[in-house]
């Protein structure tokens, strides 16, 4: 009782008003805090947004894993592609492949990595030399023949389609 009522009602409305302020002021912290954290979830949104058109611009892009040219095109502009369906058919215009139907009763002197002689008359003259890069395992049912497929060197006459007749060397002997 060292100060009079009017005073102490003076203090304590000063106190009273101060620790409002102090709320207010925590308020309004929390609410910026909240704000805060609302851009930055906005910020995060935004980036995962540019991500997901990141996406989508790859997929309007189409790239090959050879080089090669264009020799048919299976779809139409504006449609839409599905995984899955060709768009493009690509050749590579470096190596060509002769595939060649050989006999069974021949197969057993023909090995992988062999050369063998090839004739494609749409060329003109000349024999091209290639190696044998594949046999296949299993025999064609009707034909009772194996799939020889021979490597070509690259020449610029080459197309896809040509006929060819390969040559096996089948022995040697002094005449």
Do not use: C, W
Request: proline letters at 4%; zero cysteines.
């Amino acid at each position: 009782k060292s100060v009079s009522l009017q005073e102490f009602d003076e203090a304590k409305a000063k106190q009273e008003m101060a620790e409002a302020e102090a709320r207010q002021a925590a308020d309004a912290l929390k609410m910026m805090t909240a704000k805060k954290q609302q851009a930055l979830a906005g910020i995060d949104l935004a980036k995962a947004e540019v991500g997901n058109e990141q996406v989508f611009a790859s997929y309007a892009r189409i790239i090959a894993p050879i080089s090669g040219i264009v020799v048919a095109k299976h779809t139409e502009v504006g449609s839409m592609a599905t995984p899955g369906t060709p768009l493009l058919t690509i050749e590579d215009n470096l190596r060509y492949r002769l595939e060649v139907a050989v006999e069974e009763s021949q197969l057993g002197k023909i090995g992988r990595g062999e050369r063998a002689r090839v004739r494609i008359d749409a060329l003109g003259a000349g024999d091209l030399e290639g190696g044998v890069s594949e046999i296949t395992p299993v025999a064609d049912p009707m034909s009772r023949s194996y799939m020889v497929k021979i490597d070509l060197p690259a020449r610029q006459s080459l197309r896809s389609g040509l006929y060819g007749v390969a040559r096996f060397p089948s022995g040697q002997r002094q005449a």
